[in-house]
Nanobody, 126 residues
Framework: QVQLVESGGGLVQAGGSLRLSCVASGRTFSSYAMGWFRQAPGKEREFSAAINWSGSRTSYADSLKGRFTISRDNAKNTMYLYMHSLQPEETAVYYC???????????????????WGQGTQVTVSS
């Protein structure tokens, strides 16, 4: 099993940037494919970005391409999400998730993930 803890959320003005981190417990972090999802108030949780076990493959929601960057450092058991040009409608709780299934690939569906963090709040003010 793996436990995930997100951090880095907070209040930012529209157009600003944030870096989220997801730290995983255990010694098998590099065997997991990882992902970021977000849930805005009153909306369903949705896919943001994903990365395979080595970091050689990434995928993004169409609306985030060019503004968000996902990366990982397996030596630090940490995954990151760099977010730029944030907009108020991107206010949400951001979750990281992990799966050992087909870890050479990226995964955009929530049901593909087995482990979830508690989330970190990102608030973008106008």
């Amino acid at each position: 099993q793996v436990q995930l803890v997100e951090s880095g959320g907070g209040l930012v003005q529209a157009g600003g940037s944030l870096r989220l981190s997801c730290v995983a417990s255990g010694r098998t972090f590099s065997s997991y494919a990882m992902g970021w999802f977000r849930q805005a108030p009153g909306k369903e949780r949705e896919f943001s970005a994903a990365i395979n076990w080595s970091g050689s493959r990434t995928s993004y929601a169409d609306s985030l391409k060019g503004r968000f960057t996902i990366s990982r450092d397996n030596a630090k058991n940490t995954m990151y999400l760099y977010m730029h040009s944030l907009q108020p409608e991107e206010t949400a709780v951001y979750y990281c998730a992990a799966t050992q299934k087909y870890s050479a690939s990226t995964h955009s569906k929530q049901y593909e993930y087995d482990y979830w963090g508690q989330g970190t709040q990102v608030t973008v003010s106008s």
